[in-house]
């Protein structure tokens, strides 16, 4: 069945670092996918998304690119703040069942000042 | 963020308690969804309702009873649950299967 697999957490990096999170998925047909956020105590958030493939989603200077070829969706920013201390699911749109949304793990990403 | 709220965001109760979690969309969706976030597992699907109407039931358990009176508003209803339902139940919301946006979630324990 479809699937994403996220790589393992926590990743810790010093403030102004580049990140990056590896996200691979398996699916049939044409999924879109996400990157969601979650903060402590809260819910998830969209980051961004890309429905097709070659698509570049973008927000708040993160970036992924949805690479058909490598089944990949990776998660960048040049330059990580104290703030971006988060879970990040990486997520696919089932192609069977539209409403629903299939999630890796999710990534801790601790940022130290 | 304050387009899809749930009540309460804690709740504590014993297993033979009834209780009921609520969730308010102020996007004007048409499509809400109940989710489960326990420890080291990924985010499970509950329950999907489109026009009120329940599309997903992915194999939950009969003491958890959800109920969608209209389009704005999704509750989920608790009867005896075990220790092991304790977990984040999260709401969302989308408008068809466009993308969905979540709520801040209910920390659910069950002693």
């Known amino acids: 069945g479809d699937s994403v697999t996220q790589m393992e957490g926590p990743v810790t990096l010093s403030e102004e670092a580049c990140l990056t999170i590896n996200c691979t998925y398996t699916a049939t047909g044409y999924p879109s996918l996400f990157w969601y956020v979650q903060y402590p105590g809260e819910g998830l958030q969209l980051l961004l998304k890309a429905t097709k493939a070659d698509d570049k989603g973008s927000n708040k200077g993160f970036e992924a690119t949805y690479r058909k070829e490598t089944t990949s969706f990776h998660l960048e920013k040049g330059s990580v703040q104290v703030s971006d201390s988060a879970v990040y699911f990486c997520?696919?749109?089932?192609?069977?069942?539209?409403?629903?949304?299939?999630f890796g793990s999710g990534t801790r990403l601790l940022v130290r000042p | 963020e304050t387009g899809v709220t749930q009540t309460p965001r804690h709740l504590v109760m014993g297993m033979t308690n009834k209780k009921s979690l609520k969730c308010e969309q102020h996007l004007g969706h048409n499509a809400m969804y109940w989710y489960k976030q326990s420890a080291k597992k990924p985010l499970e699907l509950m329950f999907v309702?489109?026009?009120?109407?329940?599309?997903e039931n992915n194999s939950v358990p009969s003491r958890f009873s959800p109920e969608c009176p209209n389009s704005s508003h999704l509750f989920l209803h608790l009867h005896t649950l075990q220790p092991e339902d304790s977990a984040l139940y999260l709401c969302?919301?989308?408008?068809?299967?466009?993308?969905?946006?979540f709520g801040p979630g209910t920390r659910l324990t069950v002693l």
């Open positions: 309702y489109s026009l009120e109407e329940r599309v």
């Open positions: 969302a919301s989308s408008q068809g299967a466009d993308t969905q946006y």
């Open positions: 997520a696919l749109s089932d192609p069977d069942s539209s409403y629903k949304l299939i």
